[in-house]
């Protein structure tokens, strides 16, 4: 037997076992390396080190999100309330921190603790008064779009210290010989590692994704199917107001820094092979998937297409994925 | 014995809640009375005005005006809800039409019916592709109408950034101008729900909507074509959202690509919808319910302008109500259920 078997694997070439190896990979990441090769072909500077690494640093906002947004994903909700949590930490921290470098640590977990309590809050209503997360986490789109705006007056004051800006926009100088190392990246780093371990490593991810998968079998097998559901919804609040901070850190103060992220982390999680309504995700893919998202958004800018039309094509990148998820269920029926 | 022979007024009461529930009227209505008391007591204690609402025939009137755009759309969600659908374009096809109509009539009166036509067959386009991708490429309804809502949203914002042109002075009259004491946009949304009314229940399609919402796999099984029944509300749905755009652009003389988006129209007519009784999982409900949220929320919007509420508090408020009203519902279709 194990002669047969290694003359089998000795007989298959290394060619034809990188084709298997490739054909169980997710596409996400050859579609992300096709991009990166394109844009890297339309404007060569985009691989010196320190531009690409501007670049992971600018996307690291939208991939830090999208991981949390898998967690809801693959619980079988969504969360669109994602992005006005964004443009409300933004307001919310020039308002609290004002130019006080003192004030960043405290102001840092007030934002969070308000992260925690939106996503109690979406979590709680949408098990306990049964309201579907997508009307549920839209009602929360307003409440906390309003908050900032009303704590704010409708238009974006006080200052950001360095100390709470260098999340989005500062980093270690002269490491690895590098102009600047991000802290972005850094973040981004430790937060991809947590949220793997958590789904792929942990009981808790496997319970997650099996509730995704089959709600009434994780009822049935004493699974705490509403605390799983809240906890989904707590690590996608608290991932939006993590990005918030590095985004209010890159771009600045402005009341439109959020809008459109929540279907943005949708299409980047979709684009990871991320199944809506449940069962099946992954964080890395995700990620990469919000990688990826950022280079087309590159390319077509490259390519010189007006901006909005990337709502367009995250609308077609999200129909398109879930119609054919739904092709190939049928088929394999 | 004697205290049962002594108190007949309880029959009274008993018979007028037999004969609510023999007739499954939805609360809705009781809703709409409660909360137009409280209205009542709120700008007594808290409002702005020396003079109650309830005497300002202005204020009546735009209370009425206020739920034309909201309730024409909700009467095509309405239609799409029932048959277990639900669409979160609508708010994307009210800023195309808008847009759409202020930049092709450009002001001049002779191409009003032209433009009119082209909107409502680009309405008639966005229900097929809804229609088509739920029914032929199996996407969920929430996925596929968001999808197509960011498509239409992304191409709109692609080609406009503001205002473009205007609508001529004799279209806004759709808007502006009454018969007698009645708006002539008053008079629509009524004509809009006593067709949307006669379709469900007085026609054979109204009758198998509802089948295919309540039982889509019994509903096929029993012969009918569920994919074009669905197909059709989808398509009524856009149309019902085309008449809303025009009413809009009407009122504002010239459209933008945010109308849509800021009035809500997506989640206020689902919400509306849903407190009118029909119920998210489909099969069930009517346009009358619907009309009667449509009034709790414009209700609500005047009372909120009468004792002075911040902008953005309102716009809180609104989150608050939507989430607990859907919720109350839900919550409470799931304990009938058991």
Redesign the interface.
Known sequence: MTQITATTTDSASAGARVWGWLRGLNPVYLIAVVLLVAVGYLNPVFYQPDSFLTFVARAAPLMILTAGQVFVLVSGGFDLSVGSVVTSTVIISAILANNDPGATWWVILFLLAGGVLIGLINGAVTTYLKVPSLIATLGMLLIVRGVGLFWSGGAPRGYLPDNLRMWGRGGIEGLFGLRQFPYAVILLVIFGIIYWLLLHRLNYGRQLLALGDNPRASRLSGVNVNLMRISAFVICAVSAVVSGIMVAGRGGVSIEAGTGLEMQSIAAAVLGGTMLLGGRGSVPAAMTGALALEVLFTLLNLMGLPKPLRDAVQGLIIISAVAYTAYSTRKSR | MAAITSSPSPTALDRARAWVRARNIPPVYGILVIIFLASILLDLFFGIDDQLFIFNPTILTNILVRSVALGIVAVGQTFVMIGASID?SVAYTVSVTAVGASFLMAGEPDRVWWTVLVLIAIGIVIGLLNGT?ITK????P???T??????L??????TFTNFAGSVPSSFQSFAYDAIGPVPISVLVLFGVVLVGWFILRRTRYGAHLYAVGGNAEGARLSGLHTDRILTLAHVMCSVTAVLTGLFVVSRLRSGAPWVGTDG?Y??ES??ATVIGGTA?SGGKGGVWGTLAGVLIFSLLDTMFNQIGI???????L???I???A???Y??RS?AEQG
């Not at chain 2, 490429?137 to 969920?140: F, T």
């Not at chain 2, 968001?146 to 498509?151: A, C, N, Q, R």
């Not at chain 2, 949203?153 to 692609?158: S, Y």
């Not at chain 2, 911040?310 to 809180?316: G, S, T, V």
Request: proline residues 0%; hydrophobic residues 65%; without cysteine.
């Open positions: 979160l991708i490429l199996k996407v969920n929430l996925i596929a968001l999808g197509v809502g960011l498509i949203k992304g191409l709109l914002n692609a809500l997506d989640l689902i919400a998210l911040d902008a953005y508090l309102k716009q809180i609104r989150g608050a939507i989430i607990l859907v919720g109350f839900t919550f799931k």
